[in-house]
Every structure is written in structure tokens, then in C-alpha cells.
């Protein structure tokens, strides 16, 4: 639906709750906001994929626990990639993922001004450019060698105790963002080393980049960036540049003018 200057365009939505009263409190809250139309509502991960496939609503408002399944069980199924509202009715709960299209988490019971605050979110998310016009930031001068970082409008800024989701396959990870090693570039994808795991996640490292903190995540060439906590030994390499060990168990390569950055870093 098209908008005009003095009104906000309608995004379409599913609400998905098992727990009828909450689900209808929700959607009770909702109808302060005209510019969300519910198309529907589910109580269960099969009720929602049927109702997500016939109507392909824009938003989500997903409850993480299902019965007998999670709203992650849900959306790995799913062959596009609405926006999210999560609800949960615990506090610790608040999951990240570098896949999904995430705008915020709501703590039940959902008071109107968290509500708010999300649908603050959103609407300024809407306002922005989409995926296809991001703007770039360029490369620091001196590093024209590395790619652009993109500025992505739905960004959601990570920080290193973020507890993330991350798929592989059929199986979901959950992880926290100080326990990741290392993220390589992989044409489109980006694949995430931690622990014994290295799946693949369907973004651009620059993508990721944009959303992880800079102080603890170190871009040592085009392709990959480290956890500055996970260096376990630096050692010099025959190209002026670092050999690096990372925990657990990894090796990579520093190019040359990314090393002499590295070095200030580390005060080395």
C-alpha cells in the first residue's frame, strides 16, 4: 500500500502466541496503532506456517516458546524474511541472530509503553532506505584495500554478552557473541567459528561487521575478521605481516597493512 506524506504506510502482520489470553491482550494493545493490520493470529508453529505461507504478512509478533517448539523451529521454515517483534516471558531470553530481521523484544506481560517503544522502532525502520539503497560507509583512509562497511537499516548494535541464535541447518546454535573466534567472508554468507562449529549465516560479512562491536572484533583483511579476545599467539610472517592463533584451534593471516594497525592495537 502506498503512503503519503501525512500517513504512515500500513504494514501487514500475524500475531503468534499460544497462551489465548495474552494473545488477545496483545492484540487488544494493537488497535491503538492503525498503521498494523493483523491479519491473523496461531498458537502453534503449524497454525502460524500455514497462515505465514497464505498471507505472507510483513510482521511478526512471535512468542520464542511454542508448544513443543520455538519460534526459531518456526522460522527456518519460513522462505522469506519478515520483521520481528519477539515476546517472551523471560527476562534472560533476549536472543539476537545475525539471520533474522529482528526490530525488538518485548518482556511479558507487555505494558502500551514498551509496545510503543517497539512500534517507535519499527516506524523508523520504515522511514529508512531498504536493503537494495543502503548507503556504504567508506574504508578509513589507509585501508582502501578493505571492503565498505555496510550501513544496514536494520542493524540491531550486538554487544559481546548478546546471546545469538545461529543456524545450521536443521539445528540452532545458541551462543554468545564473546564465544565467536572469527567470521570469514564466503561470497554472499559469512561463516561463524565457535567452539567446534562453523556454520554459515545468509549475510555479508560487512553486514555483520556494522553490528558488532569494533573495540573486541578486528577486520585483519578482506575476508575475515577476530575476536581480539580470542588471540592466543602472534607471531611474524615473511610478508612484514601476523600469523595468528586463535582459541580454539584456528590460524589466520593478517595482511601487511591491517598487521600495523593490529600492532597499535595490541600495544605490541
Not at 502506498?2 to 495474552?22: F, R
Not at 531470553?93 to 511479558?108: C, G, M, P, Q, V
Not at 554478552?161 to 567470521?183: C, P, Q
Amino acid at each position: 500500500m502506498n503512503s503519503t506524506p501525512n500517513q504512515e504506510q500500513v504494514i501487514t502482520a500475524i500475531v503468534v502466541e499460544d497462551v489465548e489470553i495474552a494473545r488477545e491482550g496483545l492484540v487488544a494493545l494493537l488497535k491503538a496503532y492503525p498503521q498494523i493490520h493483523i491479519l491473523g493470529q496461531a498458537g502453534t508453529v503449524a497454525e502460524a506456517l500455514a497462515l505465514i505461507e497464505k498471507l505472507k504478512p510483513e510482521l511478526l509478533f512471535l512468542d520464542i516458546h511454542l508448544p513443543g517448539q520455538s519460534a526459531f523451529d518456526l522460522l527456518v521454515q519460513v522462505d522469506y524474511a519478515p520483521k520481528l517483534i519477539f515476546t517472551t516471558a523471560y527476562s534472560d531470553y533476549a536472543l539476537k541472530t545475525f539471520d533474522f530481521n529482528t526490530i525488538d523484544y518485548l518482556l511479558k506481560p507487555i505494558t502500551r509503553a514498551r509496545l510503543k517503544s517497539a512500534i517507535d522502532k519499527l516506524s523508523a525502520l520504515n522511514q529508512m532506505p531498504t536493503a537494495a539503497d543502503t548507503e556504504a560507509i567508506p574504508a578509513e583512509k589507509g585501508n582502501e584495500d578493505l571492503p565498505s562497511v555496510e550501513r544496514a537499516s536494520d542493524a540491531e548494535q550486538l554487544l559481546m554478552d548478546s546471546r545469538l541464535v545461529i543456524r545450521d541447518n536443521d539445528e540452532n546454535h545458541m551462543v554468545a557473541l564473546s564465544d565467536i573466534a572469527l567470521l570469514e567472508s564466503c561470497k554472499n554468507h559469512t561463516r561463524v567459528y565457535f567452539d567446534e562449529s562453523k556454520p554459515f549465516v545468509h549475510k555479508a560479512l560487512s553486514h555483520i561487521e556494522a553490528r558488532i562491536p569494533s573495540k573486541h572484533f578486528f577486520r585483519i583483511n578482506r575476508n575475515q575478521i577476530v575476536n581480539l579476545q580470542k588471540i592466543t599467539q602472534v607471531r611474524g610472517n615473511h610478508n612484514s605481516g601476523y600469523e595468528l592463533s586463535l582459541s580454539p584451534a584456528l590460524n589466520v593471516t593478517v595482511s601487511r597493512r591491517q598487521s600495523i594497525v593490529l600492532k597499535d592495537i595490541l600495544s605490541f
